[in-house]
């Protein structure tokens, strides 16, 4: 099942909407489906619908409130060396593509963006979090064994170092006030939706070219890196996700993850 693509504002904003698995964990098909929605809105065939201009909205489908709750851990734990490798390499170029799409985007984040869903959030141009203090918004690689470190320069150093290293997650409120990470911080999904298209159309199309010029400067030094740490580093995270004590905590994270799954199961059919 592809992403959703749908035009908004009277065909001036393209709305898409995530809906690879119910809680967009990232695998190789979600990854895929990313790859294809990028394809999908940037092929010159497709202009006459798209617009070579026309603004992005990303938005979660998930029925569970969730943004993105990160890596499917499970396909990681069961893959080997090599196959975790390719994967985080095609994790990583996506999250590069998305960077640096010449389109302007926004990330509505409301719901659980953890780990790879907050980097999701990070590439995108701008962030609008709906302030609930039961989301969870965080990077908590450390705690699963998978040291990730993409657009380490959109965050003040300070930033990074609290979020990459302590692995805790934190509210909504927390991430805009305290670190920045988000742009705006709105108190329903309505109001999210309104700021987000308010914010899709601040750029007038005529303005585009310019705004896309700067987005492509600024974003050129992240992208080289990326690329400089891609070789060396991301065999040194590969190396680590697949020693012997990482796969010990992979098969933990497993397990608790089947163990909540039954409470879940059991919980539900005790209100029936």
Known sequence: MGWKIELIENSSIILVKMNSNPGNFLNLHSLQDFGAMMDEVCDPKNEHKYGKYKPIILVSDSKQKIFSAGMDLQSVSASDEKSTSALFTLFSNTMCRWLAIPRKTIAIIDGHAIAG????????????????????????????????????????????????????????????????????????????????????????????????????YLSREIL???????????????????????????QEIGAEMNSNKKSEKKLSKSKL
């Not at 705690?143 to 990730?148: E, P, R, S």
């Not at 585009?208 to 987005?215: D, I, P």
């Open 117 to 216: 869903g907050f980097f999701i959030g990070l590439g995108s141009d701008v962030r609008v979090g709906l302030n609930n203090d039961q989301i969870k918004i965080g990077v908590n690689e450390i705690h699963c064994v998978l040291g990730y470190v993409s657009f380490k320069h959109k965050l003040s150093p300070t930033s990074n170092w609290k979020l990459l290293l302590q692995g805790q997650f934190h509210t909504p409120k927390e991430m805009f006030e305290k670190f920045q990470y988000l742009d705006y911080l709105c108190n329903t999904r309505e109001e999210c939706m309104k700021r987000a298209i308010e914010e899709a159309l601040s750029v007038k199309v005529n303005c585009m070219e310019a705004y896309l010029s700067v987005k492509n």
């Open 224 to 250: 080289d890196h990326a690329n400089q740490i891609e070789s060396d580093v991301m065999k040194e995270f590969s190396r680590v996700r697949c020693c012997e004590m990482s796969k010990q905590r992979l």
